[in-house]
């Protein structure tokens, strides 16, 4: 016989397959085979039809397309013989899915197969519509299916109840259709059959509450009668697993129990008794024993307040806890961090138990408990469990180091009782895993010292003594490096020591040796050799006797390939040597920190604000007003990039994005902070702000705010009145105004009276506390520009201060803001702000104004923001 012929048995194809030494070899099989399959087809030969198929079913398998033999699935369903139809509908479920057109020349058939009186051919045509039903068909067959719920043999029930799991699925409004039924199910004595209709019911209680109410009232009693039969029946050899009769009839009964008895307290106290019996009963010497029992723990969590059954279930998962297995420890992990939020005190008797689950040989293990020691963590326990994860932080794995550190770092932050137990802890976290500390971490560590005046002596020399056991931890280096910069003078003269210290002799010289070391550490980065040479130049000052070696280490900075360091040495070093009348009030302490306003603004929960009001002091990034006669005071600015300035570049690209003018004037004469970029694309939700750069040179140019030498130099360059200039050119323009912002505000443009056409004024924003009315103006010789006059009035009781309006508009407008006229809104109406608005608008005559804005200010001291969009503009604008 050929061996690729239609009349080749199954066996023999897959002997030829398996024989193949190399893919291409099993390709020319599969080819062959196929050709002989397509001609077999065309031919319409009854007799191998059904091999036919088997062999491209065991083609689909690997992966070869089998399309041109769906037909041969429905001819082979229509015959009238069993084992053809059992060809046929494994091919049906095998090659075709409930997507497939041809799935509806099928309908008719299997509802002729529903209606046959062999079992085994309902049963095929069951298997097959469980599998792949789509919606029309169980709308089309869901009545006989209904009806052989009821069918003598318990095989045809058990799986017509299957059958119906996925028919209410497909079309949940079906479900009241099958109550009854599924109801009636709940009373059989076969297990099969019973397991089923457990199964039917969670299904449609899940997807009709009618269902639900039901067997609330009618079946919740009967249910509770067979889980308790079951926990109590004697050794069924045909039931029986590891001593335990039908496990799995077990977790559905359970999980039926957890659906009724969710928001129903009559229903949870009908099933606390039995749920107790099942929790204390139940053996746990094996997995099946285990698995009743998670399933018993999730329920009994679910099910309405029982104080005395939860108690039970976390004693449950503390044995878990103490197990071999690590999957059972990993379940008992995650359903403790459930039950924690139901049951806190239950859970912390268990805290020594989950402790050692940290410290777990497993990976998974040690995370999950990680994040539930987290959420133990409470005002009363934080100094021991703290203890405890500093303690094994010395000897936890490498890859593990960084999860623990952050969760260590959140929970002394957020519980912490004392500055003094906070700084410790942190010193102790930057010593032992100093490298996975985030920088904001360390941040916010800085600002909680400068807010503790009388630690700092105890936090310099808690430093020094750290970074002389721990130099390779760099974020220990930096902030030790930060503190002897600052408070070098304390360290040295062992000021304002605490009871608690034991006194230490360190010299001017063992000072600037910590720091010296710190920049020439070939590991050290930009950052920290940056803050070194910052920390030089403040102990420059602070240690006269080293200041000629202090210049020397500064000098040797200045062939750094880097280019910031280079110009940092170099600055330094002229104002060591040539300015020294100005040196000691250049490196004065940093101003106090605002502790809240920086916690803030890490939470988000406080918007970058942009304030409108004139002539005010530019801001630093954590909101201390710079004072003027403090020159070069940007060159020791510690912000992180996160908070300086966005280049000219980012400007540029957000002009070119938005449309929206960037210049000084056109945010607000003094908004220094350049947050201009942040608060429009934050408006806008477009995404994350552009990259961010910095320049020292920029800086002394920025806080030179009085210099009038300078300002009159770039008066005419600063000015707006080359606009062809401009236009011509807005990479130059952007790049200039970047560059003069801070010299003190710029002139606002002056508004022309204007005896143009008038239009009606609208109402641009109204809520229970503010309104916003927009009056509009036009200049005759210049129609695509409107001049909006903005007013604002507070309808509410309480004085609105900090008041700042912000507004963005698309591409093809440019928008111009002057200043506001204040920052403080009176109460209930007795008083305005007004703003003047200048939009232009390119696209004039073919697209109408659009504006979204933000609006900002504090009410009985708490920040409060609305925002809203303008889409009402008057035609014409």
Known sequence: MNPFSAGTRLRDMIRAIRACKTAAEER???????????????????DYRHRNLAKLMFIHMLGYPTHFGQMECLKLIASPGFPEKRIGYLGLMLLLDERQEVLMLVTNS???????????????????????????????????????????????????????????????????????????LLKEKHHGVLLTGVQLCTEICKVSTE?????????????????????????????????????????????????????????????????????????TNKNAGNAILYECVATILSVEDNSGLRVLAVNILGRFLSSRDNNIRYVALNMLMRAIALDSQAVQRHRATILECVKDPDASIRKRALELVYLLVNES??????????????????????????????????????????????????????????????????????????????????LYKAVQTAGGQETLVRVAVWCIGEY????????????????????????????????????????????????????????????????????????????????????????????????????????????????????????????????????????????????????????????????????????????????????????????????????????????????SMLDMLSSGQDNKSALGMFDNLASPSAPSAQASSPVASSSMMDLLDGFGPSPSVPVAETNGPTYPSIVAFESSSLKITYKFSKEPENPQTTIIEAEFVNKSPDIYSNFVFQAAV??????????????TLPASGNGSITQKLRVSNSQHGKKYLVMRMRISYKANDKDVLEEGQVNNFPRGL
């Open 381 to 462: 326990n934080v100094k021991p469990l703290t203890k405890e994860l500093v303690d094994y932080l010395e000897v936890s794995d490498p890859e593990f180091k960084g999860d623990l550190t952050a969760k260590i770092c959140s929970i002394v932050e957020k519980f912490s009782p004392e500055k003094i137990w906070y700084i410790d802890q942190m010193v102790k976290v930057l010593s032992q895993a100093g490298n996975y500390v985030k920088d904001e971490v360390w941040h916010a560590l800085i600002i909680v010292i400068t807010n503790a005046p009388n630690l700092h002596g105890y936090t310099v020399r808690a």
């Open 211 to 283: 269902a639900l109410e039901h067997l609330r009232k009618k079946c919740i009693i009967g249910l509770v009668k067979v889980l308790r039969d079951l926990t109590n029946s004697p050794y069924a050899p045909e039931y029986d697993i590891s001593g335990i009769a039908d496990p799995f009839l077990h977790i559905r009964l359970l999980r039926l129990f957890h659906v009724l008895g969710q928001g129903d307290a009559d229903a949870s106290d009908t099933m606390s008794d039995i749920l107790a019996q099942v929790a204390t009963k139940t053996e």
């Open 810 to 823: 698309p591409k093809f407008l440019q928008l111009h803001m002057d200043p506001a006229s204040g920052n």
């Open 28 to 46: 020319a099989v599969v080819r062959k085979e196929c050709a002989s399959i397509r001609a077999a087809i065309s031919e319409d030969d009854p």
């Open 488 to 695: 070098g003078e304390m360290l040295v003269g062992n000021s304002g020591m605490l009871d608690v210290e034991e006194r230490i002799n360190v010299t001017e010289a063992d000072a600037v040796d910590v720091i010296e070391t710190g920049i020439r550490c070939h590991s050290s980065d930009l950052t920290t050799r940056a803050m070194c040479l910052i920390a030089l130049l403040k102990l420059s000052s602070r240690y006269p006797s080293c200041t000629k070696r202090i210049n020397d280490i500064i000098l040797q900075q200045k062939g750094s390939l880097v280019l910031e360091l280079q110009q940092r040495a170099i600055e330094f070093n002229s104002i060591i040597e040539r300015h020294e009348k100005i040196r000691s009030a250049l490196v004065e302490r940093m101003p106090v920190l605002d502790e809240a306003t920086y916690s803030g603004r890490r939470a988000g929960s406080m918007p970058a604000a942009v304030s409108t009001s004139q002539g005010a002091l530019p801001k630093m990034p954590n909101g201390v007003a710079k004072p003027a006669s403090a020159a070069l005071v940007d060159l020791l600015d510690l912000s992180s990039d996160a908070d300086q300035a966005p280049s000219s570049s980012g400007g540029d690209y957000l002009q070119d994005l938005l449309g929206v003018d960037l210049s000084p004037a056109s945010q607000g004469i003094n908004q220094t902070e350049k947050r201009g970029a942040d608060v429009l694309l934050d408006l806008l939700s477009i995404g994350a702000p552009p990259a961010q750069s910095s320049s």
């Open 110 to 184: 299997i509802k002729q197969d529903l209606n046959q009186t062999n079992q085994y051919i309902v049963g095929l045509a069951l298997c097959a519509l469980g599998n792949i039903c789509s919606a029309e068909m169980a709308r089309d067959l869901a009545p006989e299916v209904e009806r052989l719920l009821q069918f003598r043999d318990p095989n045809v029930r058990k799986k017509a109840a299957l059958c119906t799991i996925r028919i209410i699925k497909k079309v949940p409004d079906l479900a009241e259709n099958f109550i009854n039924p599924a109801a009636a």
